[in-house]
């Protein structure tokens, strides 16, 4: 269908410098058991064009849901027309702005397609899953879920360029609330498995068998005391990982936000373009690469939303930071080398920088090594809060779960855990990076950016890693 | 839009059978979007966006789904017919949805006109020619966002309005600016030029050497727009029927302890108001305000369909997060704040919030933006961004001094997904002992 709407705007299309058709066709589906009630099936079609066009000195876009032949000229007449208008008031050079040219096909691998399982059969899962979550009187809120997104994009230009991709996401989630009197603790699980792929997911993540272990320990969480304060060594799971990752490397690292573009939204970023290169952003355990080849991970393409091809690349090194999240356009305006990260979130949102697959390299410790490095400290698991200042650098993050490390053994559980630090300062003292035993891959659909706001799915793998020297602290008692 | 609306609505319910409801709920936009950095184009264009979310009912069994549309009834309808015959085919897997709730009772509504589109184009030249020589970053959205709702008992209800939200900065270096919104239905350049020359003025200050402070406790003003940000991670479960029962929201001391706030916090969702459209997917037509918190003690909640039917309480909202939040007025005259003050922070704007002891509503997120320190009554000197760590059982509790006597009107400037018809009123805050952290 992408391509015949392709062929009528092509045969519309004016004499301009230059011209994108970007087509999305997406389907999603949520099935979710909440308190053993099955709550409304969601089905959300969406489907759209985002038309751009270069003429002179301006460039302007319209995107639109109306993807007849009156519809698609109205966008192009629009998109020309706003192109003409901001002609004496752009920013950038427009003969810097992307013009691809690749012809490329890329689909996510599915082993087990979503469709050969039963709506029925998913539904009697949820409930099962949902069961299983009612261990206890003071489960006073559980809920299973699975989420299903096919998209398509279509990316065809006036240079000759055909990317066509095709991505299947599953999404699956457990959740369970304990309560007593004014205390109440919240356990998630599997929700950070987001991925590309079928059924087969599902498996992998184990779901809906941890639903037990989520409601258990949401109840012990209620009776555990509270996370205590100090400065201590902290042991962070891949599922914090990714949250540390995502706010204190992966928005520092994208180059708009280092232009200036996102300063009245998202913020700026304490990184500066004089740092690539020779700034020691880590100890010499770090090293972080993008990485959209991962076929199972949440953020994997062939090409980025301007049509350039991705690859893998260390982002940082050894410590040291090596290059930023910046798609072609940020690299024309700063003359910086990037990767292939420009994404929009949908049809009707134009292209920035953003982070797709940002992952911290497996090391060499175990598991156990890592415990045991750890003379009195905290493991933390699973985000439950995040906040950051503008300039990504000021950070506080909480976790749904955490375990006092003493002598360098497991000890019981804390509830509210929370530690506050220095993205400058913090991956310095990065200590110990665990193996690929206890590397995850994992995501998230929901990172905030742009104006117009858009909201897209990251990916993030990492494995357990300690941090020295660590401010935490909990909540009341 | 609203007769395409009403025509696809119409032909839709003829294709139902015997026993069958249909709800009909739309949602569109027509907006452009300017993206400005250094007072110069980022990105600019225009967004035409459709959707219909059909609920089709027999008994107490129903299915749901939501299409985007194209916007001509003879391209539409075909899918649509499809579709419907899609949730007709799921209903027979399905069971009854004991929470199923919808209007029965015909309530007709029109808000809104067709008015005269606002012209992006003349009122960027004049923000070009305002902010001339200033580093201004920041957003343009306006235009048409249009909502209604159809269903086959006959009701139709239909809201409509026309507006802009021009959301900026202006920066001095660094991380160091001044922040500001302006928003309506008719753009005059003058209040443009004002808030400029504001902002101008303002920069001056900025550009005095920033002073750092120490973690500690601090007497605090907080401009209705750091207010604002408190009272949004307030509402995630704050004020919902659902989140109340099941112990998730994070005013649950007040609810099981009879904690309460300052005895002059007063919260309503005006539904009233007009911004947002006031009828739900279900059908149902809210108008009455909601007392949410009255002289500090928690009042009522905001119950949707779902929930209304599920714990058998009479629903008052589409949403059970607020849309049109208003706040009574104190009676600190704003212009006796800086003297009130005396010495702290006067906090413009605040950021990235998030709980840090949910039982406890407490709160952490940073400074941003125009914050000053004030000395004996004068702003001296920008501060450089503090990370602030506390409880609103203290902000607008224990701690709380004085709200002002005027108040603000705040158009919610979000955009994700469609342009947001959120908005809050309210005032600023007067704190003694805020807590700063790092």
Redo the contacts between chains.
Sequence with gaps: MLNTIAQIFTRLAPAVDFWSLRLVDEREEQVMVRQGVLSPLSTQINRGAFVSVITGEGSGYAATCDLTASGLRAALQQARAWAQRNAPHMLLDTRNLPRPALQVHYQTPVKQAWDSIPLADKIALLHDACAALATDARIVDRAAWLNRRVTDTLLVTSAGGHIAQHFEYVMPGLMAVANEGARTQRRTGVSDGAGQGGWERLALLGFPGKAREVAEQALELLHAPPCPTGITDVLLMPDQMMLQIHESIGHPLELDRILGDERNFAGTSFVTQDMFGSYQYGSKLLNVTFDPTRTEQLASYACDDDGTAAERTYLIRDGILLRPLGGVTSQARSGMQGVANARACDWNRPAIDRMANLNVEPGDSTFNELVASIEHGVLMETNSSWSIDDSRNKFQFGCESARVIENGELKGLLRNPNYRGVSATFWRNLAKVGDRNTFEVLGTPNCGKGEPQQVIHVGHASPACVFRGVDVFGGAD | MRDYFNSLADALMTQLTGGEVLLCSFDGED?D?V?L??N????????????LHL?LIRGQR???????????LE?DLPPLRA?LD?LRA?IT???D???LMYATEINNSTHGDAAAGIDS?AA?EDI?SAAHGLDL???W?SGAIYSGFANSLGQRNWHQSTTFNF???C?HQ??K?V?NNYAGFEWNAKILKHKIHDARTQLDIIARPAITLAPGHYRAYFAPAALEELLSVMAWGGFGLKAHR???TPL??MV??DRRLHADVSLTEDHARGLAPNFTRGGFVTRAPVTLIVHGKYTDCLVNPRSAKEYGVPLNSGSEAPHALDMQPGTLPHTDVLKKLDTGLYINNL??????????C?I???T?FACFWVQDGVITAPIN?M?F?DSIYRLLGTQLLALTAEREFLFDT????Q?STRSAQLPGALVDDFTL??
């Design positions: 907006s979007f993206r950095n250094k110069k184009v980022r990105q600019a264009g225009h967004v035409t966006q459709r959707y609920d129903h299915a749901t789904c939501s299409s985007v549309l194209a916007g001509h391209h579709l899609t799921q897997l399905l069971s949805d004991p929470y184009g960027l070009f970053v920041g957003l959205a959301d900026w900065s920066y660094t991380d600016a922040k099941s112990a998730r649950i001391k099981k302890q950021w990235y919030c998030n709980f840090s002891d949910h039982d406890d407490r952490t997120g940073m941003r961004v990370r760590d979000s955009t994700y997904m342009r952290t790092l």
